[in-house]
């Protein structure tokens, strides 16, 4: 185990800064409980108010700052209100995401105890499940353009692109992570009936690598019916794989099936490690509820845990890092305090200082 792991602290806007310290001192709590030795080191830039006195999210060196980091520890970027939402986001997070190679991004979905679910009858472990997005590719690029603009004849048209490299490295990855659980099952996010040349190529990838992988059972979807099925029947999936805006979809919709926003977690990562990975909560800054002192901290301590769990390859002190990290946040979710999301009227600390008294407790 690396003696320390550096890790950049980046607390960005609104309730990323609330939320921050909290995740901090989960994660303090566990590495002091397991032994693992960490060194934080503070960023104050990727938020609005450096734009604001700079013109630019990041410094000019932000690359060289954060190489030789373990891992990026990053609250949520976003002020509308001064800084427009693209700009704030592909200054920041988007670079982070291409330029270390952050190709997969990994969000977990579990419905918990003490959780009321919006979907009716499901109970803790009927939702259960792993949402690998391919993160750098496919849908979502900058290729293309607007002809005859302003004309009648105007048209615009956007390329995906989708490389055999990418499309490998993911389904790898997602096969490997669905060999590593109990039920050992994958299921592929697809649309081959209606985008008739991409995404049969990518039935054709899972079905290469699903004959690597004889021992994960798999099947594929359709999207419009995955979507359906995550309300329906959550119960189906174990590791759900997807291109990057099916997966942004369906990483939106499954933890909105688990109750609140502010538990769900992910994870942006460079599985090699060639470069730093990046840890936040799925939700942003919340200007609505900034400043008040309730945002609920639990998917920034929540993301603390896959943090300490990739450091250590998912083994050992890491590992038992992580399990005691959610072990916390079940206890908490079921016996109390909740913030006002949940229907209670405690303060982020006091949630957070309930989860960290939690962890220490050995
Ligand atoms: P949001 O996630 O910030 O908020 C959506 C709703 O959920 C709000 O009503 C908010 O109060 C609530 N909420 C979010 N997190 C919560 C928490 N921890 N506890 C309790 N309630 C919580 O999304 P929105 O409003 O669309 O975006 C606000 C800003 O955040 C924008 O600038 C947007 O670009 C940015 N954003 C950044 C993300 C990131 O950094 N990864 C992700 C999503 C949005
Ligand atoms: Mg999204």
């Given at each position: ?38 060194e ?30 373990d ?36 969000r977990?979905?579990r ?18 499940y ?24 105007e ?13 490998e ?120 509820i ?46 109390g ?6 229907g ?19």
């Amino acid at each position: 185990m690396k003696n320390p792991f550096h890790i950049a602290v980046l607390a960005g806007d609104g309730i990323g800064r609330e939320v921050m310290p909290e995740g901090l001192r989960a994660v303090r709590a566990a590495a002091e409980r397991f032994g693992i030795a960490l060194e934080f080191h503070t960023f104050d830039w990727a938020h609005c108010d450096y734009y604001a006195a700079h013109g630019q999210m990041m410094p000019d060196d932000w690359k060289q700052q954060l190489t030789g980091m373990d891992a990026i520890y990053f609250g949520a970027v976003g002020w509308p209100a001064t800084v427009a939402d693209h700009v704030s986001l592909w200054g920041s997070l988007l670079k982070f995401r291409r330029e270390f190679d952050q190709y997969i991004n990994l969000r977990p979905v579990r419905l918990f105890e003490g959780v009321p679910c919006p979907l009716a009858g499901k109970q803790p472990g009927d939702i259960d499940y792993l949402v690998v997005r391919e993160n750098t590719e496919g849908e979502y690029t900058a290729l293309g353009g607007v002809m005859f603009e302003g004309t009648e004849r105007e048209i615009v048209i956007q390329e995906s692109v989708h490389s055999r490299h990418g499309a490998e490295r993911l389904l790898k990855y997602a096969f490997e992570l669905a060999r590593s659980r109990p039920r050992k099952h994958l299921s592929l996010a697809t649309k081959s009936n209606g985008i008739a040349i991409s995404m049969p190529w990518w039935d054709r990838q899972a079905e290469a690598m699903a004959a690597r992988h004889p021992d994960v059972a798999w099947d594929k979807h359709h999207i419009d019916i995955l979507t359906a099925r995550f309300v329906l029947q959550p119960e189906r999936f174990d590791v759900v794989a997807a291109t990057n805006l099916f997966g942004d979809i369906l990483s939106d919709l499954g933890p909105a099936t688990t109750g609140t926003i502010g538990l769900a977690p992910s994870a942006n990562l460079n599985p090699e490690r060639r470069f730093p990975s990046l840890f936040e909560p799925v939700h942003g800054s919340a200007p609505d509820i900034c400043g008040q002192g309730i945002a609920n901290p639990i998917a920034m301590v929540w993301s603390g845990a896959l943090m300490l769990d990739f450091l250590t390859r998912g083994q050992g002190a890491g590992r038992a890092a992580h399990d005691a990290i959610l072990a916390a946040i079940e206890t908490v979710l079921r016996e109390g305090p909740r913030t006002a999301d949940l229907g209670g009227a405690a303060s982020t600390t006091e949630i957070g200082q309930a989860i960290a008294r939690r962890i220490a407790q050995a």
